[in-house]
């Protein structure tokens, strides 16, 4: 039988993490050019890992929507989980993470574009 213990697990997951902070911080900088977030790599990994942990609090854990909601963060500012109709949606318990994406992104292309 194998037995993965806890500190290999450990291992993964940041490995797993390291990877995806390089693909999104190379997303970022490929999509969101010229903002002030991506222009230093110190302070977009940091923007990565503080978006990261906030998604985390409000049930967005999906790789794909986690992607989302930093790109929403780099779109429309660091805070802006702080804006009045995304804190109605993100704190909304009758929706799954994706949900809460889905939400932002129709209200995002929808209310605020038209």
Same mark, same amino acid.
């Given at each position: 039988m194998l037995v993965?213990?806890?500190k290999q697990m450990r291992i993964l997951r940041?490995?797993?993490?390291?990877?995806?902070e390089n693909d999104m911080a190379a997303h970022l900088v490929r999509c969101f050019g010229g903002r002030p977030v991506v222009e230093d790599a110190v302070r977009l990994r940091s923007f990565i890992r503080e978006g990261v942990a906030l %998604?985390? +609090?409000y049930g967005v854990v999906n790789q794909y929507d986690?992607?989302?909601?930093?790109?929403?963060?780099?779109e429309y500012g660091a805070d802006f989980h702080t804006i009045p109709w995304v804190v109605k949606i993100l704190n909304d318990s009758t929706l799954s993470g994706c949900g809460k994406m889905e939400r932002?992104?129709?209200?995002?292309?929808? %209310?605020? +574009?038209?």
């Open positions: 993965i213990r806890d940041e490995g797993q993490l390291q990877r995806f %998604a985390g +609090r986690v992607r989302r909601f930093l790109e929403f963060r780099a932002i992104d129709d209200y995002s292309l929808f %209310a605020l +574009r038209s």
